[in-house]
């Protein structure tokens, strides 16, 4: 099989896919929780370093998200074009999610998007469970993506974290939760605003609302959570 490269087809980068397919990997993932109907059981690790090699190639990425395997979704995210990715696109791909897996992963690539924050806004009030989880999983991968982007923006997500904090989904509450503590990990202007919705939610009579709150408020609160921020600030 000929050596994966930026010239290589969506229909070569599938058969390499399939040739590395590993039925014990693929058997592992159920333990966390992950759908392997569409999976090939191939790591993160190694779908990266295909992408590294392939490289960016837009029109390539849709043909290869059209497969429906999830490993060549997966690299159809991280070598699509984040400035030619439009909110009709990501509400095409949000539309077919089935995992949390592929959710985290794409996420990331609609972060780059120049409608990231209406996509935010609209997948969180979506009632399929993991188009809501994109918006929150969003949240989380804007706070590492967008270094330049003013704390404003954030505090305006903490409203919508509490709205949804009562979605006992196990993959919407665990996703709100992870919003939760990036955003207060962000700065130490974040940080007094997150602990303190943290503290509601773990103070509220719903059982979902006050794990993620408790959850949220033991990391917050660490020592090294806030020595990490404090020297930041310095």
Same mark, same amino acid.
């Given at each position: 099989?000929?050596?994966?490269?930026?010239? @290589? @087809?969506?229909?070569?980068?599938?058969?390499?896919? %399939?040739?590395?397919? *590993?039925?014990?990997?693929?058997?592992?993932?159920?333990?966390?929780?992950? $759908?392997?109907?569409?999976?090939?059981?191939?790591?993160?690790?190694?779908? +990266?370093?295909?992408?590294?090699?392939?490289?960016?190639?837009?029109?390539?990425?849709?043909?290869?998200?059209?497969?429906? !395997?999830?490993?060549?979704?997966?690299?159809?995210?991280?070598?699509?074009?984040?400035?030619? =990715? @439009?909110?009709?696109?990501?509400?095409?791909?949000?539309?077919?999610?089935?995992?949390?897996? !592929?959710?985290?992963?794409?996420?990331?690539? =609609?972060?780059?998007?120049?409608?990231? $924050?209406?996509?935010?806004?609209? =997948?969180?009030?979506?009632?399929?469970?993991?188009? %809501? %989880?994109?918006? =929150?999983?969003?949240?989380?991968? *804007?706070?590492?993506?967008?270094?330049?982007?003013?704390? &404003?923006?954030?505090?305006?997500?903490?409203?919508?974290?509490?709205?949804?904090?009562?979605?006992?989904?196990?993959?919407?509450?665990?996703?709100?939760?992870?919003?939760?503590? *990036?955003?207060?990990?962000?700065?130490?202007?974040?940080?007094?605003?997150?602990?303190?919705?943290?503290? #509601?939610?773990?103070? *509220?009579?719903?059982?979902?609302? +006050?794990?993620?709150?408790?959850?949220?408020?033991?990391?917050?609160?660490?020592? #090294? &959570?806030?020595? +990490?921020?404090?020297?930041?600030?310095?």
């Amino acid at each position: 099989m000929a050596e994966l490269s930026p010239q @290589s @087809s969506a229909d070569e980068i599938v058969a390499h896919l %399939r040739s590395i397919a *590993s039925k014990k990997n693929r058997l592992g993932m159920l333990r966390y929780g992950i $759908k392997i109907e569409r999976a090939l059981g191939i790591s993160h690790g190694v779908q +990266r370093q295909i992408a590294k090699k392939i490289k960016r190639n837009h029109e390539r990425a849709f043909e290869l998200w059209q497969t429906g !395997i999830m490993e060549a979704q997966f690299i159809a995210s991280v070598t699509a074009d984040p400035e030619r =990715f @439009s909110g009709a696109d990501a509400r095409r791909w949000a539309a077919t999610f089935d995992s949390w897996d !592929i959710v985290d992963g794409v996420s990331d690539l =609609f972060v780059d998007t120049d409608c990231w $924050k209406e996509l935010i806004a609209e =997948f969180a009030v979506d009632e399929r469970e993991f188009v %809501r %989880r994109t918006a =929150f999983a969003m949240m989380a991968w *804007s706070v590492v993506h967008r270094k330049k982007e003013p704390e &404003t923006t954030f505090l305006e997500f903490l409203p919508i974290i509490e709205a949804h904090a009562t979605d006992g989904r196990n993959f919407v509450k665990k996703a709100v939760n992870w919003a939760l503590r *990036s955003i207060g990990k962000r700065s130490m202007n974040l940080h007094g605003p997150a602990l303190a919705l943290a503290l #509601k939610l773990a103070a *509220s009579t719903d059982r979902t609302a +006050r794990w993620i709150g408790k959850d949220a408020v033991k990391e917050l609160s660490d020592a #090294k &959570t806030l020595e +990490r921020l404090a020297a930041r600030k310095a």
